[in-house]
């Protein structure tokens, strides 16, 4: 079992930056990919970054590209998603995860956080 915990949530205005934090501990592994996917009301969980945790390979989808930054701190079974520029549509419930396969679909991830709220204000 890998237990995930989330923080560094919060309110920000529009342009603004934040920087989430999650917490691995249990059974990790270097064998994981890792991933930090939102979820809006009324919306479906996507996928806002992967990273290989062994490699530090990192994936982000277009519609976060040169604004989000996802990294990890191996020593401190530590991942982070760095925030910039940040618009209302940023506003989600933000989930870390871990599974086996690095994929953008939530459902190749084993292991979830509780998630932290982001709310972006215009």
């Known amino acids: 079992q890998v237990q995930l915990a989330e923080s560094g949530g919060g309110s920000v205005q529009a342009g603004g930056s934040l920087t989430l934090s999650c917490a691995a501990s249990?059974?990790?592994?270097?064998?994981?990919?890792m991933g930090w996917f939102r979820q809006a009301p009324g919306k479906e969980r996507e996928v806002v970054g992967v990273?290989?945790?062994?490699?530090?390979?990192?994936y982000h989808p277009d519609s976060v590209e040169g604004r989000f930054t996802i990294s990890r701190d191996a020593a401190k079974n530590t991942l982070y998603l760095q925030m910039s520029s940040l618009k209302p549509e940023d506003t989600a419930v933000y989930f870390c995860?871990?599974?086996?396969?690095?994929?953008?679909?939530?459902?190749?991830?084993?292991?979830w956080g509780q998630g932290t709220q982001v709310t972006v204000s215009s």
């Open positions: 995860a871990a599974g086996r396969k690095a994929s953008i679909f939530p459902r190749d991830y084993d292991y």
């Open positions: 249990g059974r990790t592994s270097s064998n994981i990919h």
């Open positions: 990273i290989t945790w062994s490699t530090g390979g990192t």
